[in-house]
């Protein structure tokens, strides 16, 4: 095992409370939705204008899900209205529990009570039977999404680089030093000028420069 790998190992048993901590919270689908609208305006200006395609994206511990499928479903408002705009989800964590999870797109009806009526009828069916207070995420959105259990301290094995990555549930929790180690190692699967998105932003985070609050762009 490399000196590289003994630190992001070593750096996760220490943080492993914090991650713990940051898992049990669900914020609801698309938490902090400028982001959500920030990255879809961006995505719909490169295909409007004939720039190179924002279309492979990497959600890095997904958690529960609730980020793949808010970015899925901004993804999708986009293409309403744009048509042949393209785009593939690939959702990663280390907890298969999470994983079983967000691949049955199951929720309680907190996650979604935010959302607009039009958004809550095109994307979520409510549960009519005992658990009346479940809403689950429609075919057409789980079947954009494809979930993988990958520890984001280890390697991605990536066909290709990502042109937008999505890890809003980790940085942030853990110390600064390590948070920085962890973006710089997201960045090797960024495509030239690929987009990292993060849960809050980061003071100081050399290879990026930030275009709005909490988003980044590989230099």
């Known amino acids: 095992m490399s000196p590289e790998e003994n630190t992001f190992r070593s750096g996760l048993r220490l943080e492993l409370p914090y991650l713990v901590d940051a898992l049990g919270k669900d914020h609801g689908f698309l938490h902090d939705a400028r982001q959500f609208e920030f990255l879809g305006e961006i995505v719909a200006d490169n295909h409007r204008h004939g720039a190179p395609p924002l279309c492979s994206f990497l959600v890095a511990g997904c958690d529960r899900g609730l980020d793949a499928y808010s970015l899925c479903i901004t993804l999708l408002e986009e293409a309403k209205e744009h048509a042949g705009l393209g785009f593939s989800i690939l959702a990663t964590d280390f907890l298969p529990t999470n994983l079983n999870q967000a691949k049955r797109g199951v929720y309680g009806w907190s996650s979604v009570r935010d959302l607009p009526e039009t958004l809550l009828k095109r994307y979520f069916l409510r549960s ?55 973006a710089g190692r997201l960045r090797r699967y960024l495509a030239p000028g690929g987009i990292l998105a993060l849960g809050a932003p980061m003071r100081k985070l050399p290879g990026f420069r930030q275009l709005d609050h909490a988003l980044y762009q590989a230099v």
């Open 128 to 182: 009519r039977g005992t658990d009346a207070n479940l809403v689950r995420v429609k075919p057409g959105v789980r079947s954009r999404v494809n979930f993988r259990c990958q520890d984001i301290f280890e390697p991605f094995a990536l066909r290709e680089p990502m042109d937008v990555i999505v890890c809003r549930q980790v940085l942030h929790h853990f110390h600064p030093g390590l948070a920085l180690v962890l």
